[in-house]
C-alpha cells in the first residue's frame, strides 16, 4: 500500500505559476507509475504527467512546455510546477501512483486559475 499526501494548490491569475506536491508514504523506487492527474467539474479525469518505470515523464498535449514534473526520491515526493497558467487549468489535481496491480489516489487539491 501506499498512501499519497498533496499540497500546493490555490487561487492564482492566469499566467500565474504553481508548484503541486505530492509525498508518498514508502519509497518511489518501489513504484511503478507515479504522477498527476485532474478532473475539471463535468469532465473525466484526464492525465497531467507521470514518471513511468522506464524513468521518463509524460505530458498532456495541453500542459506541454507550461508544466514540469520532478522528483526528490530521497523525499519520496512527486512535484508539478506548472507555469503560463491558463483559466482551463481550473481542476481538482490528483497524485496517483501504481503499485501493481493498484491504483492509490491521493485527496485532491483545488487548483482555479481566474482570467
Known amino acids: 500500500q501506499v498512501q499519497l499526501v498533496e499540497s500546493g494548490g490555490g487561487l492564482v491569475q492566469a499566467g500565474g505559476s504553481l508548484r503541486l506536491s505530492c509525498a508518498a508514504s514508502r519509497s518511489i523506487f518501489s513504484i511503478n507509475a507515479m504522477g498527476w492527474y485532474r478532473q475539471a467539474p463535468g469532465k473525466q479525469r484526464e492525465l497531467v504527467s507521470i514518471?513511468?518505470?522506464?524513468?521518463?515523464?509524460t505530458y498532456a498535449d495541453s500542459v506541454k512546455g507550461r508544466f514540469t514534473i520532478s522528483r526528490d526520491i530521497a523525499k519520496n515526493t512527486v512535484y508539478l510546477q506548472m507555469n503560463s497558467l491558463k483559466p482551463e487549468d481550473t481542476a481538482v489535481y490528483y497524485c496517483n501512483a501504481l503499485l501493481a496491480p493498484y491504483n492509490y489516489w491521493g485527496q485532491g487539491t483545488q487548483v482555479t486559475v481566474s482570467s
Open positions: 514518471f513511468t518505470s522506464g524513468g521518463r515523464p
